[in-house]
């Protein structure tokens, strides 16, 4: 079983791809990104310190060798290593997938052993619309990044008199739903990525992105695009998992956030200065709730923990809110 440590701000800096053997050492599959910036406040990688690792952490490995460890929830883990910015907090990984490898892990990702049922996405999702109608006004053009079925953006639309709804979202195989959702209301599907001459210029009142921004090579100038197709004063709802939480510290390298798929991870100081770096200014921060039948939680947190779970059945239960170190945040557009 691969084993997890957790780095103290002393050691070492582990040298790029250290543990390769000599035959690997010109191999392309090795040919990782390398981030010379924190990518929330610029400040040089080379301030930061190593914090979280994997054993063995993943930039020792070839992309083709990760295929098996996608899921946080796996008891065998391997991601690349967590450095922390000794400026904003914010975590993020030096070394890092290439945009054409990083594409293909997502064409490799097996579906997700604990999706949750669609009555707890819904409840999860009432507490982010209540959050959102404090801050949007609820009319305009409506934006959000990775959609998937529309849960939310339809659900939140219909509370409103939106004039088009812009839904990005690469997965073809939800389209259909998505589209289903969205029946009776003028919208627009792409798999694109998001680019502020595809819409109306200034147009978008309100810009949805759900653990999206984690995701994201470049995320101030993913924002800046979002921001430069926003009308004045119009305003951005983001969630993200919060490497600064309670459960992040407690469990530290089992915390399933920390994962191939994520580049970076934030903390509520480190979205602010990113919001900050790219054009909004924070309105409001709070912790999420999440809700989950009793069933998933059990299992999860056995896997997570490394114990077997496969004993505990699925079945029906009444949902249990919990925060699981999950943080929302929304931010207005800054006047020029």
Request: charged share 20%.
């Amino acid at each position: 079983m691969n084993e997890l440590r957790e780095l103290k701000p002393q050691a070492a800096r582990p040298a790029l791809n250290s543990n390769r053997s000599a035959a690997h050492q010109d191999d392309p599959s090795f040919d990782y990104l390398r981030i010379e910036f924190c990518p929330c406040c610029g400040t040089p990688a080379a301030d930061a310190e190593p914090r979280i690792a994997s054993a063995p952490p993943a930039e020792t490995l070839c992309a083709e060798q990760h295929t098996n460890f996608v899921s946080g929830y796996t008891r065998a883990r391997v991601f690349f290593t967590y450095f922390e910015c000794p400026t904003c907090s914010g975590m993020f990984c030096p070394t890092y997938y290439r945009q054409s490898q990083l594409d293909g892990l997502y064409g490799r990702q097996a579906e997700n052993m604990f999706y949750l049922p669609l009555e707890a996405r819904k409840r999860t999702q009432e507490d982010y619309i209540d959050l959102l109608r404090r801050h949007s006004r609820m009319a305009g053009n409506f934006l959000e990044i990775g959609p998937d079925i529309g849960l939310f953006a339809s659900s939140f639309g219909r509370l409103g008199a939106f004039d088009q709804f812009w839904l990005y979202e690469p997965n073809r195989d939800v389209h259909q739903p998505l589209a289903e959702n969205f029946r009776g209301m003028r919208h627009t599907i792409s798999t694109g990525i998001f680019r502020a001459a595809d819409v109306p210029a200034r147009s978008m009142s309100t810009a949805v992105m759900i653990h999206v921004l984690d995701h994201l090579l470049q995320p101030v100038q993913f924002l800046r695009e979002i921001a430069s197709s926003m009308e004045s004063d119009g305003v951005i709802f983001i969630v993200t998992h919060d490497c600064a939480s309670l459960l992040a510290r407690v469990l530290r390298g089992r915390w399933p956030p920390y994962a191939l798929q994520h580049p970076q991870l934030f903390s509520r100081r480190s979205i602010a200065t990113l919001l900050q770096a790219s054009g909004f200014e924070v309105l409001e921060t709070v912790k999420t709730t999440n809700y989950f039948p009793l069933p998933y939680l059990i299992r999860a947190a056995l896997t997570v923990l490394g114990l077997p779970s496969g004993f505990i059945p699925a079945s029906a239960a009444p949902l249990i809110a919990i925060k699981l170190g999950n943080i929302a945040t929304v931010a207005r557009k800054r006047s020029a």
